[in-house]
């Protein structure tokens, strides 16, 4: 079994900059994929971005160049840095990890843009 903590959510206003942190605990295998998904009321959860153990990204277009994702792997961490975000931008972000056929999820934080 695998647990993912995250932290860093809360609210910003809008051009404000957070930072998720997710940490990884339990039977983790060497090639996993941790990442980042959101899910706005009313809407599909949905990927923000992911990192291989290889270095490959995923990141979605609405948050390319304002959002960062970074890991390491020593640590079993993930990172996500947010830069000028924006009210669209407001949802639960979840940490993800996926090894061979499993997917884990963490609990989620909020993030919330608003003036």
């Known amino acids: 079994q695998v647990q993912l903590v995250e932290s860093g959510g809360g609210l910003v206003q809008p051009g404000g900059s957070l930072r998720l942190s997710c940490v990884a605990s339990?039977?983790?295998?060497?090639?996993?994929?941790m990442g980042w998904y959101r899910q706005a009321p009313g809407k599909q959860r949905e990927l923000v971005a992911d990192?291989?153990?290889?270095?490959?990204?995923n990141v979605a277009d609405s948050v390319k160049g304002r959002f960062t994702i970074s890991r390491d792997i020593a640590k079993n961490t993930v990172n996500l840095q947010m830069n000028n975000l924006k009210p669209d931008d407001t949802a639960v972000y979840y940490c993800?990890?996926?090894?061979?056929?499993?997917?884990?999820w963490g609990q989620g934080t909020q993030v919330t843009v608003s003036s």
């Open positions: 993800n990890l996926r090894q061979l056929s499993s997917v884990y």
């Open positions: 990192l291989t153990t290889g270095g490959r990204t």
């Open positions: 339990g039977s983790i295998f060497a090639l996993v994929t």
